[in-house]
């Protein structure tokens, strides 16, 4: 990982690719370059037949014409009111999935760093869970194929550089919602006296999607559900509550070490001030 950051929404170009050949009993298709190199894609906690299915999970997205549309539609216009503001510059950090540095997303809510230098074990234990979480919602995705906001409005997200990509990928339920929510239940166990910071830091992750204009809400919701399913499936695996325990012990040893976040905490809180309160 030196030097480079590894981007989780490449990731997800290569689990689809691995779904879609899961799913219709075909050969796995060949790797894809980013899957190349082992060290930097560690498999996940679950056996392909245990992953959370959300294909059958979730009920299908809103239909054209319904009124749960129309209040998709209509959050997705509110939500252009922070086009090139601080909410905005945070939404564009949260769509950059990379490691190392998405480590540092709950540093400044769990109130200590999480890097892979002075927390490892927690950093393996997220990076882990990454697969999992992504995979979970491509069942929903490559059934229902839903147009994401930007391309539906014909305007430009926050991260213009993606949507040729994001444009085939289907937006119900989203992914990042998925892994962001799966990661602050997480560190809610892990550092529970900081849960509520850490759930709230999880809850904006996913709005950033909505304000970004990648995702409509309901994509955003649900993708919460696909991580709650995740996360109680992962509590059925010894190697997942070994490394969950052991990731409890090193971050309650840092914290005694009262080392500042990883993140400017200013600037977050700043960025995080003014919220779409109307989205919940």
């Not at 994401?148 to 926050?158: G, I, L, M, Q």
């Amino acid at each position: 990982m030196a030097g480079q950051g590894i981007s989780v929404q490449r990731l997800f170009l290569a689990f689809a690719l691995l779904y879609v050949a899961f799913i219709s009993g075909c050969a796995t298709p060949s790797k894809p370059a980013v899957m190349a190199n082992t060290s930097l894609l560690q498999g996940g906690y679950l056996e392909r037949a245990a992953v959370p299915n959300s294909g059958t999970l979730l009920p299908p997205p809103p239909a054209a014409g319904s009124a749960a549309q129309a209040a998709d539609a209509e959050m997705y216009k509110a939500t252009r009111a922070y086009r090139d503001g601080p909410r905005w510059e945070l939404a564009k950090q949260d769509a950059a999935l990379k490691f190392p540095d998405v480590m540092g997303t709950f540093s400044c809510a769990a109130g200590a760093p999480i890097d892979a230098n002075t927390t490892p074990r927690l950093a393996a234990l997220l990076r882990r869970s990454v697969s999992d979480a992504a995979l979970a919602t491509y069942g929903a995705k490559n059934l229902y194929k839903r147009r994401r906001p930007f391309a539906e409005f014909k305007e430009t997200s926050c991260t213009p550089e993606d949507e040729s990509r994001l444009v085939n990928d289907g937006s119900y339920p989203s992914g990042h919602t998925s892994i962001g929510w799966a990661w602050a239940l997480i560190l809610a166990e892990v550092a529970p006296d900081r849960a509520d910071a850490v759930l709230a830091r999880g809850y904006a992750f996913g709005q950033s999607r909505v304000i970004c204009g990648v995702h409509w809400q309901t994509d955003v919701n649900e993708g919460r559900t696909v991580a709650a399913a995740v996360i109680a499936r992962l509590h059925g695996e010894a190697a997942f509550n070994a490394d969950l325990q052991a990731a409890k012990e090193e971050f309650n040893a840092v914290r005694t070490k009262q080392l500042p976040p990883s993140r400017d905490c200013a600037l977050e809180a700043a960025q995080l001030a003014t919220k779409l309160d109307n989205a919940r």
